[in-house]
């Protein structure tokens, strides 16, 4: 990212802090290129920011050496990301925001601390610059949230789905084969929606997934009108996803299609 700016755009400059998560959420590597550093809170202690070294921003002066600092994430910790437009006020000490930052981030859902973080910061005033706020929490090894994914049918949309259900199924701990077959089974579901569900209009596919006991049930919906396979030796999708999966079965809307998938994980 600093090669392309000073490439193509000379003499700007520009904060970003890059966050990397290891796909079960156990630990997170953190770059900052002239950027606040998260805030966290871990068990009972009281938020505080994560101490990550702070290199040039991008554009600025010659080429650094970045600098990567990995940090554990213990189960139930809260991570919060923002841009500086949430903290910097003119007039008011940069020191007393960042401190009312960390008062505002409490351990309690993402939504819940966006919220108060947004009212004890923003409030009602009108942000004189852009304001991101990002937060995650990372939830207890026994809790597992259903993954939901909303992509345009598009063949592109493919890749993103494969690389969210496996950050997903990692984060389960299902095994290497079990991750091979679902991704294999919905992936032939998603490509089916994409060719055959909707027209040149384009249209949404949706694949949610979700673990009961030691079963997961994924389903992949689209809005659209099925149409009949075209071309010879088509229709293998089916087979595929047949014999990936442990229960699969196929349910026609009025307004679109549902694709059900079971896959038993061994525990």
């Not at 959420?25 to 702070?54: K, R, Y």
């Not at 027209?199 to 949404?204: H, Q, R």
């Amino acid at each position: 990212m600093d090669r392309k700016l000073r490439h193509f755009e000379r003499g700007e400059m520009a904060t970003v802090l890059l966050a990397v998560f290891e796909a079960s959420l156990s630990s997170v590597t953190f770059s900052a290129a002239g950027h606040p550093v998260p805030v966290m809170v871990e068990g009972d202690a009281p938020a505080c920011f994560v101490d990550v070294p702070i290199d040039p921003p991008l554009g600025v002066g010659p080429p650094p050496r970045r600098r990567a600092t990995t940090v554990a994430l213990e189960p139930d910790t809260v991570l919060c990301l923002y841009t500086d437009g949430l903290v910097e006020r003119r007039g008011i000490s940069l020191d007393d925001r960042f401190d009312l930052l960390c008062e505002s981030v409490v351990r309690d859902a993402p939504e819940g601390v966006c919220a108060k973080v947004m009212s004890d910061l923003i409030g009602v005033e009108y942000p004189k610059d852009d304001v991101s706020l990002l937060v995650v929490r990372r939830t207890d090894a026994e809790t597992y949230y259903p993954l939901e994914i909303h992509v345009p049918a598009q063949p592109s949309s493919l890749r993103e789905i494969r690389a969210a259900l496996r950050r997903w199924l990692a984060s389960i701990d299902a095994r290497e084969e079990e991750v091979h077959d679902i991704v294999v089974a919905v992936g032939e579901a998603t490509a089916n929606a994409v060719e055959h569900a909707y027209g040149a209009a384009g249209g949404t596919v949706v694949v949610r997934a979700e673990l009961q006991s030691d079963d997961v049930f994924i389903r992949i919906s689209d809005m659209g009108r099925w149409r009949a396979p075209r071309g010879v030796g088509r229709g293998r999708g089916t087979l595929i996803m047949e014999t990936t999966s442990d229960e699969f079965r196929i349910e026609h809307r009025i307004d679109g299609t549902d694709v059900f998938l079971r896959h038993h994980l061994q525990r």
